[in-house]
């Protein structure tokens, strides 16, 4: 069967191929009753519009870009289903990237994607003001999430980390677990910097002769796992840990269990995020929640509306705020969402 053109959409509908493009494309010139049967007729018939040649009309590709740093694990898939939930709703296309947190893969996947996506989400710890003037082109808008840029050229939306972080440990204290330990992010994430200040904060101003127990870790299951044992190995064994992210809590709980300790009995754990199987392990995870497709819903609606023109949604900064969710595994025997609210000292 041979494929439809515009010129049999054209032919059909008893008009030009200029009125077909126009009508087909949003563009004026065209009256209402008529963009109405060449729709009708390009149904009928089946027409597909090339996407390369609708792209030299109107000079957009209808894509959006993401650049992660990674695609493993349930946050990055949240993102992403929360990212794509939004561009199908606007018609848009979603091509995906991940610079492993290397400054050159970042800078090789922008390169890449000039002249394929109409807008750039950029998620990576890599990448600062003078990297996206470098490597991207100033005509591409672009949304930062959990950035530290602060700029009036990029949008930034950032997760109320410190808050967060803050009021978990907070939590921890007034449950009665003054011996608070930490099990950090990679040391040049932004997330993790934050995470670790609102638990430094809290801390200090909570238990101000307490020493802290700081234990580094990279986000993954493993680091927490090897966290763990480090924090089992200590001459004072903390009374509640603190996990920058679910998955590192995730790894130093199942090393408690193998040194055959319970959780929360013998030792209370919380994590951050709220990924979905933290629900589901036992005990159940106390975290902080963030709502990490809404995250990327958020940010891809902000970008259509700086496709829009910057009139429409003028570059800014926005933070989302977190929710503390008590579970079993923090020993309060509660179960409630609270939000979470932060003191900067």
Request: proline share 4%.
């Amino acid at each position: 069967m041979a494929t439809t053109t515009i010129k049999d959409v054209a032919r059909a509908a008893g008009v030009s191929v200029a009125s077909v493009s126009r009508a087909l494309n949003g563009g004026s010139g065209v009256t209402m009753e008529t963009g109405q049967r060449i729709r009708e007729v390009a149904n009928r018939l089946h027409y597909v519009p090339h996407a390369a040649a609708r792209s030299l009309i109107t000079r957009r590709t209808h894509t959006i870009g993401a650049l992660l740093p990674d695609l493993y694990g349930e946050f990055f898939s949240e993102l992403i289903r929360g990212i794509d939930l939004a561009a199908r709703a606007r018609g848009l296309h979603l091509l995906v990237s991940s610079s492993h947190d290397g400054a050159e893969d970042a800078a090789a996947a922008l390169r890449a994607m000039q002249g394929r996506v109409d807008g750039m989400l950029i998620l990576s710890t890599r990448v600062d003001e003078a990297f996206l003037h470098a490597n991207l082109a100033a005509s591409v808008p672009a949304v930062l999430l959990n950035s530290a840029v602060k700029s009036k050229t990029y949008s930034v939306l950032n997760i109320d980390n410190f808050g967060g972080a803050h009021a978990m440990v907070q939590h921890l204290l007034g449950a009665g677990h003054i011996r608070v330990a930490h099990i950090a992010g990679p040391a040049a994430n932004f997330d993790a910097q934050q995470r670790e200040q609102g638990y430094r904060a809290a801390m200090a101003a909570g238990a101000p002769g307490e020493s802290l127990s700081v234990i580094a870790g990279d986000f993954t299951e493993e680091s927490g796992y090897l966290a763990g044992q480090q924090l089992l190995a200590q001459k004072k064994r903390p009374h509640a840990v603190f996990a920058a992210n679910d998955m590192m809590a995730v790894g130093c709980l199942y090393a408690f269990r193998e040194a055959g300790l319970e959780v929360p009995r013998d030792i209370a754990l919380a994590g951050f995020d709220d990924i979905p199987i933290a629900r589901y392990i036992t005990p159940t995870l106390s975290t902080v929640r963030v709502r990490i497709a809404e995250l990327g819903q958020r940010a891809l609606e902000h970008l259509a509306g700086l496709l829009e023109g910057p009139s429409q949604s003028p570059p800014s900064a926005q933070t989302l705020g977190c929710e503390i969710v008590v579970r079993e595994s923090c020993g309060t025997n509660l179960s409630k969402v609270s939000p979470a609210h932060g003191r900067r000292s």
